[in-house]
């Protein structure tokens, strides 16, 4: 998993909660206390899926709860942190186009082909007029956040659309399939 | 100090990231950046290198990869060329060996083949050499072609080339000249590469160098290499495209419309013949002026050993230049068709064929020779010459030729009416789908595909003549039905226009029409007013006499006053009253007084005479003044009333129009009779009737006074004419009319009174007429009096009625 999301997660529970929450639960997901994510960096997804796990328990809040909220500040950093990706892409059809690629940035700083690979792997997107339809294929079977960091930016650029999982790997599906459908995009 | 501390490592993990982007000098791009800053800028900054570092060994992976597949193809490509060429040269020598053997006895092949066999031989000939070139190109291509060095004198080897080519250099008329390089020593040279360097650079210049033109093979040694130098007085080349030249596949000129056949592998493989001997090229060329191809051969002395051996394959070089030869001598068959001295016999259908290939040409001529009459030409531009010249049934064309192409010809034949209807049938080297599009794209009737049989094109021709006659069939009745067309048209414009002369005068007509009806408008008016000024006339007639009557009678009354004898009895009064006191004695003894009583007694007589003659007069100027009244009362209703319809009682009417004629015929002694008959309510303008009445009254009694007789007449009459109409008549025993006036009488200004306007009956006839009447006229001739009839309807038509809406 790429630093940046350990990243913010870590400033989430800080922001919500206090320092001591953040600690109790680096403690129960075995993360060192003073260990500072590098958003360039590539971690281990099984820490990473400890963390999420760690924090839903400490928190007590459900999957989509944290989603939702993470998505949230997930976007909110990102617009300060890369602004530009957001002015090259004038509606949420066209960023949505570019997300793996932006996701992929993350993972070149892995030289390992394999690795990097593994990352790249995770989202494949099929475009069609006003649609697209996002394969995602990551053990850490984060659609969920998917879907709501997608309404997010929908939200961001004020348009309209509709968000389906059509398949799930949850429910044994190979992948995850996601249709997005906008409705009046601005030319 | 802690700023301090942070800017130096800040700078240090900036040059640690720097020193790691020297590893992008590989160009393998096979690392990425790392930083273990805590600094986020810095983090952001190491992703985004690593993403675009990532992206360019993407690329480079894929173009690597792309390349592979290029190379592997390439490969495969010259292998296949090679194999190709190699195995072609097995069945054209057992086609060329067999051959040369057959035709090298002339005498012994039958006239009749004897052409196609001496075809055969020379495009065998050109395929052999072709088939060797691509072999070579192949070998050069894939790295397998050796060097095979032998002993060679090059100045004799070249003056030898040189000189064979001499016959076909004066065919075209230039100057072909070798220039040796005296006391050149014995080499090694590959034979064949020298060959082929020579023979491709002397063929290139005999192409492209037009008629008068020079060329010079020449030789040249400086100390290490030996030049091969060979200038033309040619088109050139120009400037942006020599750097091509050498290129495999380029052809100066690549269109469908390139002067001179080629594969444009023969520089190609000059180049690369030329460094596999270590050698180079030089060009020099101004377009329009010429070209100089410079090749550098590195010298290479004769061994010992081999100073005394024989030259080796001169035979072979002979027959193989001989081969490529023939690629030229079949273009210098190639003569331009004079168009202007052809001759057409016109017994057979005509075809014209364009093809720049002679033997293509006279192959096609010999197996349609016997059924068409046909046109060969040279190329697209000639075609089209000979097209407008000689009308061909049918058109035959190759697409790539010099001048003007196959497609550009078709679309100029199909562009123009004049000739578009002739089918054209393109020869095209492309086969399949390729050919038929491009052929019908351009607008071809039909196209054949090389190589194609006998059959095929007979059928083509055949299918092709068929359709050129039947359009002919089309165009003559077209031109017939056109004929009846335009005979049909001009019927149809001589109609036309005398249908437009007929509304023009209709037109003409309409416009004199309006102009007479207004001119009648204004003639009814100035009618009308002069009805008026004889109403006027009539009235003031009436009332002048009246008034005369009147005039006289007060006259004569003043008179009679004034000659009076009642101013006598003033006097009387005057003188009783002074013997008012002896009354008695005045009366009785005076003389004076004793007249008194008679004079007083005949006055009274007087007086009462006076009182009888006065009353008389006053009773005359009574009944004028009363008449002056009545016309007045009449005149009053009359200008109140005109142009209205309403219920007129016509007896009543022919009253009021005597009466407004009575003073005329007052005073003369004629006798009015009526004959009025009971008819139905009669409906109409009634003032302009009376005006008629008044009119025809007058004209009457005008025409009585005329006349004269002793007795005068008018008689007037009413009668039903029929259930719409009725009658008024008014006869009199005046002057009557002239039988050839009776026709004129009511015509504008046509009188017989000598001081007649000529409007009165006019009008009143138009008036008659307007009220949807007649007035019409009979006599007997003059002396005989005269009938005015006015015929009227009881009610008025519809355009009458419109006067009451």
């Known amino acids: ?187 | 100090m802690n700023q301090l501390n942070e800017y130096n490592n800040f700078r240090q993990e900036i040059e640690r990231i720097a020193d790691q982007l020297c590893l992008a000098v590989k160009g393998t791009f096979d690392f990425s950046v790392e930083a273990t800053t805590s600094d986020q800028i810095i983090q952001k900054l190491c992703m985004l290198m690593n993403f675009t570092i990532d992206a360019a060994r993407r690329s480079l992976s894929e173009m690597n990869i792309q390349n592979s597949k290029l190379t592997e193809l390439d490969k495969l490509k010259s292998d296949f060329m090679a194999n190709v060429s190699h195995e072609l040269r097995t069945p054209l020598t057992l086609i060329l060996g067999p051959l040369e053997g057959l035709i090298s006895d002339k005498d012994s092949i039958p006239l009749a083949h004897q052409d196609n066999l001496f075809r055969i031989h020379r495009n065998a000939y050109r395929l052999y050499g072709l088939v060797n070139d691509l072999l070579d190109f192949a070998k050069l291509e894939a790295g397998k072609y050796i060097l095979s060095e032998e002993v060679i004198d090059l100045n004799r080897h070249i003056k030898d080339i040189v000189d064979d080519a001499q016959g076909l250099a004066g065919e075209r008329k230039l100057s072909l000249t070798f220039t040796p390089f005296p006391d050149l020593p014995l080499m090694m040279l590959d034979r064949k590469i020298i060959d082929k360097i020579t023979f491709n650079l002397l063929s290139n210049a005999l192409k492209f160098t037009p008629a008068g033109g020079h060329i010079n093979v020449q030789l040249l040694r400086d100390c290490d290499c030996v030049d091969i130098i060979v200038t033309d007085t040619g088109i050139g080349i120009p400037t942006e495209q020599i750097s091509k030249l050498f290129e495999r596949f380029y052809q100066v000129n690549s269109s469908s419309t390139r002067t001179h056949e080629g594969t444009g592998i023969g520089l190609a493989m000059i180049n690369q013949f030329t460094k596999l001997m270590d050698g180079k090229i030089v060009v020099a060329s101004e377009e329009g002026k010429g070209s100089k191809f410079k090749i550098c051969i590195p010298f290479k002395a004769v061994p010992e050993n081999k100073k005394n051996q024989p030259e080796e394959k001169y035979k072979e070089k002979i027959s193989s230049f001989k081969v490529s030869l023939s690629k030229m001598e079949m273009k210098s068959e190639s003569k331009y068709t004079d168009i202007e001295k052809l001759n057409i016999k016109g017994d057979l259908p005509l075809i014209l064929l364009a093809d720049d290939n002679p033997d293509v040409r006279s192959y096609i001529v010999s197996l349609i020779q016997d059924s068409y009459e046909i046109i060969e030409v040279e190329n697209g531009k000639l075609a089209l010459e000979a097209i407008y010249k000689f009308s061909p049934q049918v058109i035959l064309s190759d697409v790539m030729m010099p001048e003007m192409n196959g497609f550009e010809l078709t679309a100029k034949i199909k562009s123009d009416p004049k000739v578009k209807n002739i089918p054209i049938i393109l020869i095209t080297a492309k086969a399949g789908k390729e050919a038929v599009v491009d052929s019908f794209q351009v607008g071809a009737d039909d196209y054949l595909s090389k190589p194609f049989s006998a059959e095929e094109l007979k059928a083509r021709i055949g299918a092709a003549l068929r359709n050129r006659q039947d359009y002919l069939k089309i165009e003559e009745l077209n031109i017939q039905l056109n004929k009846t067309i335009n005979e049909l048209s001009n019927s149809k414009s001589y109609l036309e226009s005398s249908n437009k002369e007929l509304e023009e005068e209709i037109e003409l007509r309409k416009i004199l029409e309006e102009k007479n009806s207004k001119l009648n408008s204004e003639l009814v008016i100035a009618a009308r007013h002069a009805g008026m000024a004889d109403i006027a006339a009539s009235v003031l007639h009436n009332i002048g006499n009246a008034l005369n009557s009147v005039t006289t009678s007060t006259t004569f009354i003043g008179q009679r006053i004034l000659t009076s004898k009642t101013s006598n009895l003033i006097e009387i009064s005057k003188l009783l009253d002074q013997h008012e006191s002896d009354m008695a004695a005045f009366i009785t003894n005076d003389p004076q007084g004793q007249r008194i009583p008679k004079y007083i007694t005949k006055l009274a007589e007087i007086s009462k005479i006076d009182k009888e003659y006065l009353t008389a007069e006053i009773n005359n100027v009574q009944k004028g003044i009363t008449h002056i009244k009545e016309i007045i009362n009449k005149q009053n209703s009359l200008s109140k009333v005109l142009g209205v319809n309403n219920a007129i009682i016509v007896p009543n009417l022919i009253e009021d129009a005597l009466i407004l004629n009575k003073t005329i015929y007052s005073n003369i002694n004629i006798s009015i009779k009526r004959d009025f008959n009971p008819i139905k309510e009669v409906v109409n303008d009634r003032v302009k009737l009376l005006q008629i009445l008044v009119n025809l009254i007058k004209n009457g009694i005008e025409s009585i006074l005329e006349k004269n007789p002793e007795h005068k007449e008018i008689i007037l009459s009413i009668r039903e004419k029929n259930n719409t109409h009725f009658d008024i008549q008014l006869s009199d025993n005046g002057v009557g009319i002239e039988k050839e006036n009776l026709e004129k009488i009511f015509s504008f200004r046509f009188t017989t009174k000598k001081e007649g306007h000529g409007f009165g009956l006019h009008s009143s006839a138009i008036s008659i007429q307007d009220m949807g009447g007649n007035l019409s006229v009979t006599s007997d001739g003059l002396g005989k009096g005269a009938t005015f009839s006015i015929t009227l309807p009881y009610q008025p038509s519809k355009k009458e009625d419109r006067k009451n809406e």
């Not at chain 1, 400890?50 to 909110?76: N, P, R």
């Not at chain 1, 339809?133 to 709501?148: A, F, P, Q």
């Open chain 1, 1 to 187: 998993m790429v630093g940046l999301i350990q990243k913010i997660l870590i400033d989430m529970i800080k922001d919500i909660t206090n320092e001591e929450t953040l600690n109790e639960i680096k403690k129960l997901a075995n993360i060192p206390l003073d260990r500072k994510f590098q958003i360039n960096i590539v971690y281990s997804d099984e820490e990473w899926q400890k963390l999420f796990k760690a924090m839903l328990s400490v928190l007590k809040i459900t999957d989509e709860q944290a989603d939702e909220t993470y998505a949230k500040y997930f976007l909110k950093d990102s617009l300060e942190r890369f602004p530009t990706w957001f002015q090259m892409s004038k509606n949420s059809y066209e960023f949505l186009l570019i997300q793996p690629t932006i996701h992929n940035c993350f993972a070149t700083g892995v030289a390992d082909q394999k690795h990097r690979d593994a990352i790249n792997d995770k989202f494949k997107v099929e475009q069609f007029p006003e649609k697209i339809i996002t394969h995602y294929k990551s053990s850490n079977n984060h659609c969920g956040l998917y879907m709501k960091l997608a309404q997010e930016v929908i939200n961001h650029y004020k348009d309209n659309a509709i968000i389906e999982e059509k398949k799930c790997m949850k429910s044994g599906g190979d992948e995850c399939e996601i249709h997005v459908q906008w409705s009046g995009l601005a030319a």
